[in-house]
């Protein structure tokens, strides 16, 4: 899937925000990446792949649901012209609106947006292979029974978007849930949504995994990721 002169972008709230430093702007700065799951997965790719010359960019923005995604589309993800676009997103289009209904993006306009920024970037000339990442959510917290069927009905269209553009599908929701079982959410998520230092790098290892596992990459001395 990730081949040589790469532009890799990830895209989302603040989970991949994670408190980045949004005044830097190039690529493969640690501090434009922030210390979230981004950082780890491009630490990982640029240190395993050091001949492909990848350029890789974090513009996740704290607080943003689909619909902020729709409007800053163009600067933040066209304009950069990537070859694989991997986006999370979703969490907080059913989380604000448990604390005011107006803030909560119904699930139908949440599909047709999500579904509009990636007809989008497919009409760009790099045609980006997509990664699609499931929002998840631990029961701790700000995770209360409120959240539900919605929230596991927006993970559905997510999963059900990614089948329809053969999209890389990240299933992150099994993954914390199945860390959760041994240790209990706080380990993992600080709130519920937010993960922890451990939640960052279990995102990081999950993104890699499942990527790999689509196309085997191979690094310059024939080691696999």
């Not at 603040?14 to 830097?24: H, L, Q």
């Not at 230092?197 to 191979?218: D, F, K, P």
Request: one cysteine or more; hydrophobic letters at 40%; charged letters at 20%.
């Amino acid at each position: 899937m990730i081949q040589c002169n790469d532009i890799i972008l990830f895209q989302g709230d603040s989970i991949t925000d994670a408190g980045r430093d949004r005044n830097i702007l190039e690529a493969n700065n640690r501090s434009g990446f922030g210390p979230g799951y981004v950082h780890h997965a491009a630490a990982f790719l640029l240190s395993d792949l050091p001949n492909y010359k990848l350029t890789i960019y974090n513009r996740g923005i704290g607080g943003n649901h689909i619909t902020d995604l729709a409007e800053r589309w163009q600067p933040d993800c066209l304009d950069l012209n990537p070859n694989i676009l991997s986006i999370l997103i979703g969490v907080n289009d059913t989380w604000h609106g448990q604390v005011n209904p107006q803030n909560c993006v119904p699930l139908a306009q949440f599909d047709r947006l999500y579904r509009n920024i990636l007809d989008k970037s497919l009409a760009a000339p790099s045609r980006p292979k997509l990664i699609l990442g499931q929002p998840f959510a631990l029961r701790c917290g700000v995770v209360t029974d409120n959240w539900y069927p919605e929230f596991t009905d927006r993970q559905a269209i997510v999963e059900g978007i990614a089948r329809d553009y053969g999209a890389v599908f990240v299933p992150y929701q099994r993954e914390f849930e199945a860390a959760a079982a041994d240790t209990g959410p706080a380990y993992w998520t600080i709130d519920g949504v937010h993960p922890t230092t451990a939640g960052h790098m279990l995102m990081a290892r999950t993104w890699i995994e499942t990527v790999c596992s689509q196309n085997v990459m191979v690094s310059t001395d024939h080691r696999k990721l």
